[in-house]
Protein backbone atom coordinates (compact mmCIF):
# COMPACT_ATOMS: atom_id res chain seq x y z
CA UNK A 1 0.00 0.00 0.00
CA UNK A 2 2.75 2.63 0.16
CA UNK A 3 3.97 4.64 -3.14
CA UNK A 4 6.55 3.68 -5.02
CA UNK A 5 7.86 3.90 -8.57
CA UNK A 6 9.85 1.39 -10.61
CA UNK A 7 13.76 2.84 -11.50
CA UNK A 8 15.23 -0.55 -12.89
CA UNK A 9 14.34 -3.04 -14.51
CA UNK A 10 16.06 -6.62 -14.77
CA UNK A 11 14.83 -8.63 -18.00
CA UNK A 12 15.69 -12.27 -18.22
CA UNK A 13 15.30 -13.35 -22.02
CA UNK A 14 16.13 -16.00 -24.16
CA UNK A 15 16.02 -16.47 -27.93
CA UNK A 16 15.14 -12.34 -27.60
CA UNK A 17 15.52 -9.41 -30.16
CA UNK A 18 13.53 -5.99 -30.00
CA UNK A 19 11.01 -4.97 -27.37
CA UNK A 20 11.31 -1.54 -25.40
CA UNK A 21 10.66 -1.02 -21.51
CA UNK A 22 8.91 1.70 -19.90
CA UNK A 23 6.55 3.38 -17.03
CA UNK A 24 3.49 3.28 -19.31
CA UNK A 25 2.74 2.03 -23.16
CA UNK A 26 3.35 5.32 -24.28
CA UNK A 27 6.82 6.38 -22.66
CA UNK A 28 9.27 3.59 -23.10
CA UNK A 29 12.90 3.00 -24.61
CA UNK A 30 14.30 0.54 -26.65
CA UNK A 31 16.17 -2.50 -25.21
CA UNK A 32 19.96 -2.31 -26.44
CA UNK A 33 21.73 -5.12 -27.44
CA UNK A 34 25.22 -4.11 -27.87
CA UNK A 35 26.54 -7.32 -28.39
CA UNK A 36 25.04 -7.44 -31.98
CA UNK A 37 26.23 -3.75 -33.76
CA UNK A 38 26.30 -5.89 -37.38
CA UNK A 39 23.44 -5.67 -39.11
CA UNK A 40 24.34 -8.72 -41.43
CA UNK A 41 24.96 -11.27 -38.67
CA UNK A 42 21.76 -10.96 -36.45
CA UNK A 43 21.90 -13.04 -33.59
CA UNK A 44 18.93 -13.98 -30.86
CA UNK A 45 20.02 -12.65 -27.16
CA UNK A 46 19.51 -14.78 -23.91
CA UNK A 47 20.30 -13.72 -20.86
CA UNK A 48 19.72 -10.48 -18.56
CA UNK A 49 19.54 -7.27 -19.71
CA UNK A 50 19.32 -4.35 -17.06
CA UNK A 51 17.11 -1.65 -17.60
CA UNK A 52 16.64 2.22 -16.52
CA UNK A 53 13.48 2.65 -16.24
CA UNK A 54 12.33 6.59 -16.91
CA UNK A 55 10.72 7.99 -13.87
CA UNK A 56 6.65 7.80 -14.42
CA UNK A 57 5.52 9.12 -11.01
CA UNK A 58 5.01 7.35 -7.75
CA UNK A 59 1.70 4.83 -7.35
CA UNK A 60 0.97 2.21 -5.11
CA UNK A 61 1.04 -0.39 -8.12
CA UNK A 62 4.61 -0.41 -9.46
CA UNK A 63 3.72 -1.35 -12.69
CA UNK A 64 5.97 -0.51 -16.07
CA UNK A 65 5.29 -1.59 -19.40
CA UNK A 66 7.46 -4.60 -21.47
CA UNK A 67 6.05 -3.73 -25.27
CA UNK A 68 7.46 -5.91 -28.37
CA UNK A 69 5.91 -4.54 -31.66
CA UNK A 70 8.87 -6.14 -33.98
CA UNK A 71 8.50 -9.36 -36.17
CA UNK A 72 11.15 -10.58 -33.88
CA UNK A 73 10.86 -13.28 -31.16
CA UNK A 74 10.80 -11.70 -27.14
CA UNK A 75 10.60 -14.53 -24.80
CA UNK A 76 10.35 -12.70 -21.89
CA UNK A 77 11.46 -15.10 -18.82
CA UNK A 78 11.26 -13.30 -15.45
CA UNK A 79 11.17 -9.48 -14.71
CA UNK A 80 12.78 -7.94 -11.48
CA UNK A 81 11.85 -4.40 -10.43
CA UNK A 82 14.18 -1.68 -8.63
CA UNK A 83 11.73 0.48 -6.62
CA UNK A 84 11.86 3.64 -4.95
CA UNK A 85 9.41 4.31 -1.72
CA UNK A 86 8.60 7.66 -1.57
CA UNK A 87 5.74 10.09 -3.21
Known amino acids: GRFKTVTEAILRLRNTLGGSVGPNENQTDQISYDEYHAVDNINLYSGDKKMQVAIG ?3 VDGR ?5 SNAYPF ?7 VVSMGG
Do not use: K, T
Not at 75 to 81: P, Q, W
Open 57 to 59: GFD
Open 64 to 68: ISIVS
Open 75 to 81: DLLAVVR
